[in-house]
C-alpha cells in the first residue's frame, strides 16, 4: 500500500449477537499467521467487546453462506485492519457502530499457501473475503524506496513461462470448492514503481502485466474457480505514474475495478484537505474510458497531521454513497505511515460512525449464532 486501494462486500442484515446466545460446545485453537497473527482464538469463545457483538462460530455451527451469493443492495464498508486479528476487527466494528460487508486480508505468494482461514473466519463474521494477493517477498522489500520493486525471481515473464503454476493452481483448486464469492485483488498498485509486477521495472517488459493476469485469470477458469471476481485495483493516477490503459486486462478479465487513494500521505502537514474530486476524480475519468465497470475505493484512509480528519471522512463517505458508479469504499485501518484508523481521534470515531450509518450504505449479513436463533 502506497496511497490507496479498493475493496468490494456482500451484504447482510446488521444484527448484533446476543450476549444470551448459548455456545459452549467444546472449542477448537485455530490460527492462521497472517489472518489471525500469533493469536491464538478459541472458536466457539465470545470475543470481549460491546454486548457479544462478535462471536468466533464452532464448526459445527458452520451454515452454507447463502449470504455470499446475493450482493447487497446499497454501498458496501470493508475494512483492512494490520493482522486481521479478531480483536482488531471486534474495535473497527465497535468504532464504526456496524460490521464490514468486506474484509480484506494480504496473501503473498512467497510465504502464504492457502489456508482455509482466509474464507471461513470472514465469512463466519457476516463478510465476503477479499484477498489482496501479491507475487513478491514481502520480507526482502528493500528499504531503499527506488528498490523496492526489484525482485526478479518474481518477474511477470517468470509467471507467464509457468515458473508458479503449483502455486496458482492450488488457490485456484482450493477457492473452487470452497464455491462461493471471494474477490482476489491481484498484484495491485500496477500504475505506480514500488512492486515487482510493475511494468518498466524489475525487467518486466510493455505488456507483460496484462499477459501475467490473464494467465493467472485462464488458470483459474480452468480450475473451475467461477466464484472467484477479479478485482483490478490501480493506485490513484500521479505525476510519473504510468498510464492506466496499457494496464488494464480488459472487461472479460476484470469484475471489478479498484482504486486506491489516502488524504494526508506527504510528509507537511495538510493546509486544507482534498476533495473527493480532486483526489480520486482524474482516476476515475480515466478509467471511465476504458471500462464501464463498478468501481470500488479498495484501500482508503486519512491523516490527523492538520485537524481535518473528520470533516474529509463526513465529505468523502457522503461522495461515494452519492456516486452512482462507485461500490463502496474499503478502510485501511492501520496506524502505520500516520495513524489511519477510525480510532484515532474521537472526533474521527464520531464521524465515521455517522457517515457509515447512512441508509445508502448496505448493512452489514448477521453472524452465524443470531442467523441460528432466527
Known sequence: MVTAVILLATSMVAIAIRPEVDLTEPSLSVVSPRLVGAEPIDVGASVPGEGGLSVVPTFEQLYEYEFLDDFPDGKVIGVTTRSGLESELDKFAFSAGRLPNLIQVTAGWASDDYQPWFTERIANRGAMPVISWEPWNSAQESTVDQKRSEQPEYALARIVAGDFDAYIDDWAENLADWGHPVAMRFAHEMNGYWYPWAEGRNGNAPGSYVDAWRYVHDRFTEAGADNVLWLWSPNVSYAGSSPLAPLY?????????????????????????????????????????????????????????????????????????????????????????????????????????????????????????????S
Open 249 to 373: 486486462p480488459g472487461d472479460d478479465y476484470v469484475d471489478w475495478i479498484g482504486v486506491v487513494g489516502y488524504f494526508g500521505h506527504g510528509a507537511e502537514t495538510p493546509t486544507a484537505y482534498p476533495t473527493f474530486d480532486q483526489l480520486f476524480g482524474p482516476t476515475l475519468d480515466e478509467l471511465e474510458l476504458l471500462s464501464d465497470k463498478p468501481v470500488l475505493i479498495t484501500e482508503t484512509g486519512a491523516t490527523e497531521r492538520g485537524g481535518f480528519k473528520p470533516e474529509w471522512i463526513t465529505h468523502t463517505l457522503n461522495e461515494i454513497a452519492t456516486n452512482p458508479r462507485m461500490m463502496g469504499f474499503i478502510w485501511f485501518d492501520v496506524d502505520k505511515e500516520t495513524d489511519w484508523r477510525i480510532t484515532s481521534s474521537a472526533e474521527s470515531a464520531t464521524a465515521f460512525k455517522a457517515a457509515a450509518a447512512d441508509s445508502r450504505y448496505a448493512p452489514a449479513g448477521p453472524v452465524l449464532a443470531e442467523r441460528e436463533d
